[in-house]
């Protein structure tokens, strides 16, 4: 009996970069998200500029992560699951932020 080759590909497409690229914003910003709220545990009152400078720069950071996501969502001759995943990922951290920043926002003046 002969042995199938499993190995053939019948199509051009290839692998994403700018979506591989929007994953690693997100991931950088997954990590300075943990690093952001231990911290502010951590060290209360204290982490006041520093955790928001880190935040403001990883919100900056998540707004092209999503950019770079929905460029990567209409590019031609791509596999779609890392644009969807890295679309994904990048809304829900880009909305984490965003609550983080509304609680800080809301804490501050109540």
């Known amino acids: 009996m002969k042995r199938k080759n499993r190995n053939v590909k019948f199509t051009n497409k290839g692998y994403s970069r700018v979506g591989i690229a929007s994953l690693v914003l997100s991931a950088f910003s997954l990590i300075w998200l943990i690093y952001a709220v231990s911290q502010a545990f951590l060290l209360g009152d204290a982490a006041g500029n520093v955790l928001g400078g880190v935040g403001m720069l990883a919100l900056v950071l998540q707004i092209f992560a999503l950019v770079f996501a929905m460029r990567a969502l209409h590019e031609d001759d791509v596999f779609r699951g890392i644009p ?10 880009l909305l984490l932020w965003a609550s983080v920043y509304g609680l800080g926002i809301y804490s501050a003046f109540a």
């Open 84 to 93: 969807k995943a890295a679309t994904v990922t990048a809304a829900v951290l």
